[in-house]
Structure formats: structure tokens, C-alpha cells
């Protein structure tokens, strides 16, 4: 595998070695060995699995007192996922990276803890996978609005007018969201 930081050297992409015939594919999406050996040590707590027709926009969301690493992918379909580090005493504080996932790059994005985490679908029926080091606690969710103008995201909506949830509706500015120390 091969694992790149991105523009937030905490935030990593990665390429997993990919084993193709005409029978189809294999692939190695997680080995703790491996991961830990590339700097990922995690211990995986909770598998999602999410699936979006085209523009649905899920985000930007965080766990404060429980954080979660994540370890994402797409598995059918496209999406365009986003990390935001929300530590304050990070030099990288509000910052965001972007990449595309998608079942044909089969690229992987971890998200460790200190970062909201969101995504936009680019296809229909996009399946969304993500290994999680802690588990998800409904009183202790957090949103940070994915249009906030401070934060800038690009996100890829080209036509599209993103879907979203009630509580995505109702995220906050980073400017007004509890953060990371």
C-alpha cells in the first residue's frame, strides 16, 4: 500500500496494492500490521456503512469528548470527502483536505480524531464504508457547517444543490463550534 499525507500531514491517503485478473480484484483494506508499521496504529470499534444517491452531503461531523478516528472508502460510486482539523493547537486549525474516493480508484482517506469529517456523493448509489476507533454517541455529535465561508471549501457540486440532513442544516460556524484543544 501506499500512504501520502495530504496538505494536513495527519490526514492520510491511502492506496491499497490492488491484485487484478479477468476474474476481478483483491485487495487488502485493512491489516494492523501494516497500518501500524505505516504510522496508523488504530484498534477499530465500529464499521458504518452509508449509502447516497448523487448530492447527498453528509457533514461536517465530529464527536468531541469521545473522538473518532476514522478509516473511509467507497465501495460503489463516487464521493468527494472532506477532513477538517478542528484542534486549535494545531498550526493547521481550520484548515480542510479534499480528495475523491471512488470504487474505481479504491483510494482510502484516515481521519484521525480532531477532525470534523463530511462527504458529498457524485453518483448514485455511492456506498460509503468507515472503520471507526470509537463508538458513535448521539448526545456527543457535533456539526460544523459545510458552507462555512471562514472554512472554504471547494466542494465539487458542479449543477448539484446538496441534500441534506435536518441536523446538517443546522451546523455551526467554526467560529461558534466547540473545538479540540
Not at 44 to 68: A, E, I, K, T
Not at 144 to 165: A, E, F
Amino acid at each position: 500500500m501506499i500512504v501520502e499525507s495530504t496538505r494536513i500531514p495527519d490526514v492520510k491517503l491511502i492506496t491499497p496494492r490492488v491484485f487484478s485478473d479477468d476474474r476481478g480484484f483483491f485487495m487488502e483494506t485493512w491489516n494492523a500490521a501494516a497500518f501500524a508499521e505505516a504510522g496508523l496504529d488504530a484498534y477499530f470499534v465500529q464499521d458504518n456503512h452509508s449509502r447516497s444517491v448523487r448530492g447527498v452531503l453528509r457533514g461536517m461531523h465530529y464527536q468531541l469528548h469521545q473522538p473518532q478516528s476514522k478509516l473511509v472508502r467507497v465501495t460503489a460510486g463516487r464521493a468527494y470527502d472532506v477532513a477538517v482539523d478542528l484542534r486549535r493547537s494545531s498550526p493547521y486549525f481550520g484548515q480542510w483536505v479534499g480528495a475523491e474516493l471512488s470504487s474505481v480508484n479504491k483510494k482510502m482517506m484516515w481521519v484521525p480524531q480532531g477532525f470534523a469529517h463530511g462527504f458529498v456523493t457524485l453518483e448514485d448509489d455511492t456506498d460509503f464504508l468507515y472503520k471507526c476507533t470509537a463508538f458513535y454517541d448521539p448526545k456527543d455529535e457535533y456539526c460544523v457547517r459545510w458552507n462555512d465561508p471562514v472554512l472554504g471549501i471547494d466542494w465539487p457540486l458542479g449543477d448539484m444543490t446538496p441534500i441534506l440532513s435536518a441536523k446538517d442544516v443546522l451546523g455551526r460556524s467554526l467560529q461558534d463550534a466547540v473545538t479540540f484543544s
